[in-house]
């Protein structure tokens, strides 16, 4: 199965619609090893995506506080 298209580093910098924090960390990165700056990334990735979780099970739980309770 094919990959989906990833841009390279350079298309990411010249991109108008790439965030500055995106541009930042880019810059970042290529001044470091970049095994190093990998593992970081990942890790980053898998913090972020528990933060995501969180945040989404926060708000199904407020969803399902004031939603109306329906008999069986």
């Known amino acids: 199965m094919p990959r989906a298209h990833v841009p390279t580093i350079d298309e990411v910098l010249a991109?108008?619609?790439?965030?500055?924090?995106?541009?930042?960390a880019l810059r970042s990165a290529l001044t470091r090893d970049p095994v190093d700056v990998a593992n970081d990334a990942a890790f980053l990735c898998?913090?972020?995506?528990?933060?995501?979780?969180?945040?989404?099970?926060?708000?199904?739980?407020?969803?399902?506080?004031?939603?109306?309770?329906?008999?069986?």
């Not at 991109?15 to 930042?24: F, R």
């Not at 969180?54 to 739980?61: D, K, L, S, T």
Request: glycine share 2%; hydrophobic share 50%.
């Open 15 to 24: 991109d108008p619609a790439a965030s500055h924090w995106m541009k930042n």
């Open 46 to 72: 898998a913090l972020l995506d528990k933060r995501a979780d969180a945040a989404m099970e926060a708000g199904r739980a407020a969803v399902a506080a004031t939603a109306p309770q329906v008999e069986r």
